[in-house]
């Protein structure tokens, strides 16, 4: 592929709502620009940008494909983001690296709620942003409701830069309101604005014209006085106001039928900033201060790693340069791994296929296979120097499951796995749960950990079959309680003797293991009060009640006695630890769970259906909020009653509504539930007990 520099280049996200034909207008752009011999397609499977097996399986993008468009001297370089909401973090990582951001809206649905998130998500990373009607030629297209929609569901000044002639099958162009002429079928020629279209083209370029003048200071005097523009002045407005976030021009197309495709192409090479015109980006140096460079192949050498895809013969690593020029065949200093990283051959995606590159300028993307140990949001520098990015921004998990190794070879590369499927995708994160003993894996919702766990079966070779996720309990109690303990063994040999009172007393909840003496005249020495906390302390890890660390217990012992040749330490640690069982038992023993605050966004019409389902859940409801054709709830909701939420709200709201939670505090089992509740968890204890 040719060398492009940075002012040559343009990286382009797409975003929009599940189906709203991203892929489909990539594999267009691939085929009119010869890369593909025929035109790929998401519903047979053939598509360049949903090459991998999920996503062939489904019909639909599960990870981000890059293109590198190469048209007229410039490289478009575009990001084909997943709609699911699920794949977010694809979205959170193309826009990192990304001038602009054509958010898809499809002409018949209009807003859905999967615009709504990325439209948000790019207007808060400050992105040159355009709009695109997409899937013109569908049946019951009604260009006169798709404004109406947009106005109403998203903040923001959207301006017609090309009018659709035509909807629905009877699309066949768009007028173009810069150069004011209509570009028609598949060859987009040009042609004069059809006559029953002239008021509107006249009218709606005045109002493009007033908007491009408002986007730069320089324009708006000149505006004022001679009341119009030139069209050269009507890119720069426009350029301007969608660099500072107040203009989001609307274009529109049917890429499938390959109407309207060049105008778009022309528009976003015009009017999206080439690296070199963004804003400067900021690395964190050694010291810890902030400093920014603009890019641009004079500033240091800086790249980051925005995505890394694992597959059975290794790892491809997708970086932006972001200051310099990356060369290939060459070392460089991988500043979170704080070692150098080998760069065998650069290359730069098209999808699956790879192609080599000489070197890649400040600004571009490309990719490096098997770059040692690099992972997603590492920074690559020279060697010597220092300079790291933020990591992109990765939401909290709102889905869990614990995960099985199915024989015992799984058991072996389970851990290695989830790492590296951790690492492929920072939205997934895997731990192991104490309290339960139990490996989880968190993401963004079921069909995320789905296709977590089919991945880790056919790119690392591992069978693992999960559950819903125990909850990490925890136990405690309610009143202050007294108990003794005396371990006697004198069956031949040496003997064993301790004898220990304890007292357990009630503290915040939030403290762990609390221990204290209150020894006179030396009852029992100061090595035996040691063994009698550490005997304490085990059962107190281990739970008492249900099998769950014991925590907001101050444990104090007050008396004891001790043998003259009987007494070791293992006498005390075993009265220390049955005392203190027999004292938490009498403690009026109660269970803490976890409780999480939960946000809500649900279009208005679902927020009864909302309400009255968390009222099942034991929630808590904080507020609620109206934002446009929105409802936002927040509440704090047990854990417990969380667990299928994902689910439940996709199918409460048929898919409109989304989620967030993140962990707030421990809080106490309701006294009426706490019964049932402790002889099932005692219940699954022996179950376990018995199956090892
Ligand atoms: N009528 C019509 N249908 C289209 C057009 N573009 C795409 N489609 C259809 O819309 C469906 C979804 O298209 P995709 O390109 O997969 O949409 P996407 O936005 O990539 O979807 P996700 O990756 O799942 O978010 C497919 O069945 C396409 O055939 C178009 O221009 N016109
Ligand atoms: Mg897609």
């Avoid at 997409?134 to 009604?142: F, L, P, T, W, Y």
């Avoid at 693992?464 to 309680?481: F, L």
């Avoid at 446009?628 to 854990?639: C, N």
């Avoid at 009653?641 to 421990?666: N, P």
């Amino acid at each position: 592929m040719k060398e492009y520099k940075t002012e040559n280049i343009r990286n382009i996200a797409l975003v929009g709502h599940n189906g709203s034909g991203k892929t489909t207008f990539v594999e267009r752009l691939l085929f009119n620009t010869k890369v593909t011999t025929r035109m790929g397609s998401v519903q047979s499977g053939t598509a360049a940008m949903d090459f991998e097996e999920e996503e062939i399986a489904r019909n639909s993008s599960v990870a981000t494909g890059i293109a590198p468009i190469e048209w007229k001297g410039t490289k478009l370089n575009m990001l084909d983001t997943p709609g699911f909401m699920d794949f977010i973090g694809e979205v959170n990582a193309a826009l990192r690296v990304t001038e602009g951001v054509i958010v898809f809206v499809e002409a018949v649905a209009g807003v859905e709620v999967g615009t709504e998130i990325v439209y948000q998500a790019a207007v808060e990373q400050n992105k040159s942003l355009m709009l695109l009607v997409n899937k013109m030629n569908r049946e019951n297209v009604r260009v006169s409701r798709i404004k109406e929609s947009i106005d109403a569901n998203l903040d923001g000044r959207f301006v017609n830069i090309q009018l659709p002639i035509g909807e629905g099958a009877d699309f066949q162009g768009i007028i173009d309101l810069i150069n004011m002429e209509a570009r028609l079928g598949e060859n987009c020629e040009r042609a004069p604005i059809p006559d029953d279209m002239a008021d509107a083209a006249e009218e709606a370029r005045m109002e493009l014209i007033e908007a491009a003048a408002e986007g730069d200071d320089t324009l708006i005097e000149k505006y004022f006085e001679e009341e119009t523009l030139s069209n050269e002045e009507i890119v720069i407005g426009l350029k301007s106001g969608m660099k500072q976030g107040t203009i989001v021009p609307i274009i529109y197309a049917a890429p499938e039928a390959g109407i309207a495709v060049d105008p778009a192409l022309e528009m976003l090479t015009a009017l999206i900033p080439s690296p070199d015109q963004a804003r400067k980006f900021e690395v964190t140096n050694k010291a810890g201060e902030t400093e920014s460079y603009p890019i641009s192949d004079e500033s240091p050498l800086i790249a980051f790693v925005f995505k890394t895809r694992e597959d059975p013969y290794g790892k491809t690593s997708y970086l932006r340069v972001y200051g310099g020029v990356l060369g290939s065949d060459n070392r460089i200093y991988d500043v979170n791994l704080e070692q150098d990283v080998r760069i065998g051959s650069l290359q730069v995606a098209i999808g699956k296929e790879q192609v080599t590159v000489g070197k890649l300028h400040a600004g571009d993307l490309g990719v490096v296979v098997k770059m040692g140990d690099a992972s997603t949001n590492d920074t690559l520098c020279e060697h010597g120097k220092f300079f790291q990015m933020a990591p992109i921004e990765a939401p909290n998990p709102i889905a869990s499951v614990a995960v099985h190794p199915v024989s015992q070879s799984d058991v072996a590369k389970l851990t290695q796995s989830l790492t590296r499927l951790v690492a492929e995708d920072p939205t997934l994160r895997w731990y192991t749960e104490t309290a339960t003993h139990q490996t989880i894996l968190s993401g963004m919702g079921t069909t995320h950990l789905d296709i977590a766990i089919k991945k880790a079966k056919s790119k690392f070779g591992v069978n693992i079959t999960t559950t819903t996720p125990k909850i990490p309990y925890k136990e405690t109690i309610t009143k202050t309680n007294s108990a003794e303990y005396t371990h006697k063994k004198q069956t031949g040999g040496a003997g064993q003797y301790g004898r220990v009172f304890l007292r357990v007393e009630s503290v915040d909840d939030n403290e762990g293991f609390q221990f204290g003496e209150e020894i006179f005249g030396g009852s029992i020495s100061a090595p035996f009060i040691a063994a009698t906390e550490k005997g304490a302390r085990q059962a107190a890890e281990g739970g008492v009640i249900a099998g769950y660390p014991v925590v907001g217990v101050r444990t104090v012992v007050y008396d004891g006695k001790m043998h003259p040749v009987d007494s070791k330490e293992i006498a005390f640690q075993i009265a220390g630890r049955e005392g203190f069982r027999l004292a938490v038992k009498g403690a009026g023993p109660a269970l803490l769970e976890p409780i999480y605050e939960v946000t809500i966004v649900v279009p208005a019409d679902n927020m009864g259906d909302i309400l009255g389902d968390l009222n099942t859940r034991r929630a808590k409801v904080l507020g609620m909020d109206q934002e446009g054709t929105k409802s936002v709830v927040r509440a704090e909701v047990p854990l417990a009653e969380m667990q299928t939420y994902a689910q439940d709200l996709r199918s409460m709201t048929q898919g409109r509504g989304v989620f967030s939670m993140k962990f707030q505090s421990y809080g106490r089992v309701p006294a009426h539930l706490l019964d049932d509740l402790i002889k099932k968890l005692q219940a699954e204890m022996e179950e376990e007990k018995e199956n090892k």
